[in-house]
């Protein structure tokens, strides 16, 4: 994408992204001629005047990737504890009661 002083062509997507609207919604203004626009190897690119890039930071970054790994490892134990009592599922007579699943 072309980066200018004034601002940026941005494609259709992170158009969507930056203005929070559909992608059938800026397809639309593109119709009714509502932005600027060009169009590139079969691509639409809107301008977005005064654009200024998101910022993120690491320790962003880093949070969400604990919180992934988290996730991850609680995941791992909820499918080990499925796959414990298919097992005594299997294993057991079907008016055998087994204890309660946890939820945390």
């Known amino acids: 994408m072309e980066i200018n002083q004034q601002g940026k062509w941005l494609s259709i997507l992170d158009y969507a992204q930056h203005r929070d609207v559909s992608i ?19 691509k639409y690119f809107i ?28 995941n791992q134990e909820l499918r080990m504890l499925v796959d ?3 097992e005594q599922m299997r294993k057991k007579p079907k008016n055998v009661e087994l204890p309660e699943i946890p939820m945390h």
């Not at 962003?60 to 490892?73: A, C, F, G, T």
């Open 24 to 42: 059938s919604s800026i397809r639309r203004y593109i119709k009714a001629g509502r932005v600027k626009y060009k169009q590139e190897k079969g």
């Open 84 to 86: 414990l009592y298919e």
């Open 47 to 74: 301008w977005v005047s005064n654009y200024s890039e998101p910022v993120e930071t690491k320790s962003d970054n880093k949070l969400l990737l604990d919180k992934i790994k988290s996730l991850q490892e609680e």
